[in-house]
């Protein structure tokens, strides 16, 4: 078994989908778009072996590999049949050809397709015995729309069932735009649910659609995000939600601040504030990421960096903010 220093919760594999298009069902390769990596992609590639090089240079012991086809470069645009099957060739390629070279080093965040409910359960469950597979990544609802519907639980359910870690870069589904407000809800409360939420939205309409209460193990890691705005976030959120809750009828605990820090998590790279403040934020929330290969990582120094913001702090929480969080997050024990 590894023993882990440095766990790197968010990078970045960075392969255009030439590398992995012959794991996809031959009737619809053609329709796998091309992905364009982006300018800081690591010279590694799709090449294990050297992104384990790169990450032996970097001080990095294992790393949660994020996919590149997410955000504008996801398989949105294709049709459900095609959009599913290059889903399934993604996976199947990180599992057997990528990660298989180190699996206890080169974790793999999995793509869900954003279809229906049923596919995205079905292949949350495929994925669960696939080697390598650590987590699986939420682009939109898990309907496949950018706003949740009641026949999401379904998946939610499945997710808790199979203990399947699950990730989000910023933030999934469409935001408040995306998410018409109920006809009983007057206008002062969407003001209440989005305010200084920005990246956030998403985390208030799982607390205010009731998704945390029907699911109350269930975890979400947000990467990209840092974690030094949170206590400002859930001050200023709270506020407004105490001065307007009484419009929609909400209870008086379905606050920020009773939800984020049993269900949310957050990655950082530089951040001393949302180091500073672990313990109100939830020491166990806080999880290190160099972001490798993007513009905003150290490498080949991100362990130094790591070891200068983490300095002077006890040793057992500057463990779990560079590796132990993560190990118990993605069940690498």
Known sequence: MTSYNAISASSHLEVGSDVWRDHVAAEHRDAVPAIDLRADAAPSGGDPQARLAEMDRDGVDAEVLF?????????????????????????DWLSEEFCSAAPDRLLGVALLPATRVQDAVDEIT???SMPGIRAVILQQWPNGSGAPIPADDRFWEAAVDLDMPLVAWRTFGGGSAAAPRPPSTPP???????????????????IYDGVFDRFPSLQILFAGLGAGWVLNQIEQADDMFRRHRFWGGYAADQTQANY??????????????????????GLDNVLWSSNFPHEDNDFPESRQQLDKQLAGLPADEARALAAGNAVNFFRLS
């Open 188 to 206: 002062p409360m969407p003001l209440a649910l989005t305010l200084c939420t920005g990246s956030c939205t998403t985390q208030s309409q799982l």
């Open 260 to 281: 984020f820090p049993k269900h949310c998590k957050w990655t950082f790279t530089r951040d001393a504030l949302g180091v500073s403040q672990r313990h109100e934020i």
């Open 126 to 128: 495929r994925l669960k």
């Open 67 to 91: 996919p590149a086809a997410i955000g504008s470069r996801s398989f949105s645009s294709i049709e459900s049949e095609a959009q599913m099957a290059a889903t399934r060739g993604y996976n």
